[in-house]
């Protein structure tokens, strides 16, 4: 079966920080990925997705970067943090080709101090 | 461009009462419908899904949810609840053809005794 993990799953940074989440997919090969950000009662708004290796679209231009150095590995950026990038960070998957369910993974809670 | 209309921020309801978390969408073309459910500080779990057939669909925890394509709407239901569906549920759907999902607001579901 298919299992996702995300790590870490709290950071608290300081403003001006770099930051680095990695998300990584067991049990399946080539699956589309994507990272999610959820701000407190403002539901969830989807940051980067990739259909394959160095395949990165960005649905929000922000000072947050992705990338998928292997297929089933994808990493949430960034050279400086903002306080406004607090908040919870979820990565899902879902199976290659027209995308359908996708299931996500435990997240990870960022605080920017 | 496709929209999902979560009608409901809160939903109180007593234990063992039945309950219905209203969904509306907006696409100019066919859909593909979903339910997760997500427990304080963890990921999303999908719930139920409809991709095609039947208009109602079964999901797990005793959830359900109707179809109704004339009236846009992806209503979901469960016809006596516990304490520990207290959580917030996400409805989302994607058109067919595109890669991402859209992804409604969050209604909170508050079961109490």
């Known amino acids: 079966s298919q299992t996702i993990h995300q790590w870490p799953a709290t950071l608290v940074q300081p403003v001006g920080s770099p930051l680095s989440l990695e998300c990584t997919v067991e049990g399946t090969s080539n699956p589309n990925l994507y990272w999610y950000r959820q701000a407190a009662g403002r539901g969830l708004q989807l940051l980067f997705y990739s259909v394959g290796i160095g395949q990165i679209s960005s649905e929000v231009p922000q000072n947050l970067s992705a990338s998928r150095p292997q297929d089933r590995q994808f990493i949430l950026s960034s050279k400086k943090l903002l306080l406004s990038d607090s908040g919870f960070y979820l990565c899902?998957?879902?199976?290659?080709?027209?995308?359908?369910?996708?299931?996500f993974g435990p997240g990870t809670r960022l605080t920017v101090t | 461009a496709q929209s999902v209309t979560q009608l409901d921020s809160q939903v109180p309801v007593f234990e063992e009462a039945p309950v219905e978390l209203r969904c509306n969408y907006s696409s100019s073309v066919s859909v593909y419908l979903f339910w997760y459910v997500q427990y304080p500080n963890q990921g999303l779990q999908l719930l139920l899904k409809?991709?095609?057939?039947?208009?109602l669909v079964k999901g797990i925890n005793g959830f359900e949810a109707e179809f109704n394509k004339s009236q846009t709407s992806f209503h979901l239901r469960k016809p006596s609840v516990h304490i520990s569906d207290t959580a917030e549920y996400f409805c989302a759907v994607i058109p067919s053809g595109y890669s991402t999902l859209t992804f409604g607001k969050g209604t909170m579901l508050l079961v109490s005794p």
């Open positions: 899902a998957w879902s199976a290659p080709g027209p995308t359908r369910e996708q299931y």
């Open positions: 409809y991709l095609s057939g039947s208009t």
